[in-house]
């Protein structure tokens, strides 16, 4: 298979010293389950591989890479504690990075170039605000910042039960009645991009891109469990500042 790694990145105006980009899992050197650039070091796969595939990264050596517990919690780096699903950086030495496999990536960066943040925002992150937890730590002006959500799976894909479509009662136009009896379909992607709006980012820029249908691009922890498959892969969406644009 072909070894050179793919990125996307965003299309968005940001400042010219801001890096931001989401791995797929084009190139790399992992295979079987996790065929291709898996760069999740805690999803069975081999730690050299998983090293070898992190080693490719643009300004790999700078990113800091988090313990995610599909918490509310965001870390401001540099942070001995790694234990968190949202970071935050004003140093072209720390870079962010959330992984995802079906979960909602968002990168940060203020219009000036001096603050970044990713978040990493499933259901329950979602649920416990992690994104308002993350605006409020960046103590910066709302409408000073830009928001990118990344590859993510799409409403269309992601079929849940009443009790969990309920907790987002609030937000009728991400929740769709599926087909199947009892079951809906949520819009994680537009809940973040809700979430953002309410917690005063009016620039918000959406990928379009799911990791369910796009399985050749990206990993998708519901299309392995569907496929029966013991674990997948994970992309890695990060953020940083450089010293000069």
Not at 169 to 192: C, E, F, H, V, W
């Amino acid at each position: 298979m072909n070894k050179t790694p793919e990125f996307v990145t965003p299309q968005w105006d940001c400042p010219a010293n801001v890096v931001a980009y989401s791995s797929t899992r084009k190139g790399g050197v992992s295979s079987g389950d996790f065929e291709g650039l898996n760069v999740g070091a805690h999803v069975g796969d081999d730690l050299l591989l998983v090293r070898a595939n992190r080693s490719v990264l643009p300004h790999h050596e700078k990113i800091t890479w988090l313990e995610q517990v599909h918490s509310n919690k965001v870390l401001s780096l540099p942070s001995i504690d790694t234990t968190a699903d949202a970071a935050i950086s004003t140093s072209p030495n720390f870079f962010c990075a959330v992984m995802t496999a079906d979960c909602v990536p968002i990168l940060v960066c203020s219009k000036r170039g001096d603050a970044v943040a990713a978040i990493h925002a499933g259901w329950k992150g979602l649920h416990t605000n992690v994104i308002a937890n993350t605006i409020n730590t960046l103590k910066l002006t709302t409408s000073e910042l830009m928001a990118w959500i990344g590859p993510a799976i799409s409403v269309d894909c992601y079929e849940v039960d009443e009790t969990l479509a309920q907790q987002f009662a609030q937000y009728p136009n991400a929740i769709k009645k599926s087909t199947a009896p009892g079951k809906y379909l949520l819009d994680l992607p537009l809940i973040s991009e809700t979430q953002l709006r309410q917690n005063g980012v009016e620039s918000i820029y959406q990928s379009g891109l799911c990791t369910y249908t796009q399985k050749e691009m990206f990993y998708s922890h519901r299309f392995a469990t569907h496929k029966r498959k013991r674990s997948t892969g994970r992309i890695v969406s990060v953020i940083g500042l450089t010293t000069n644009g």
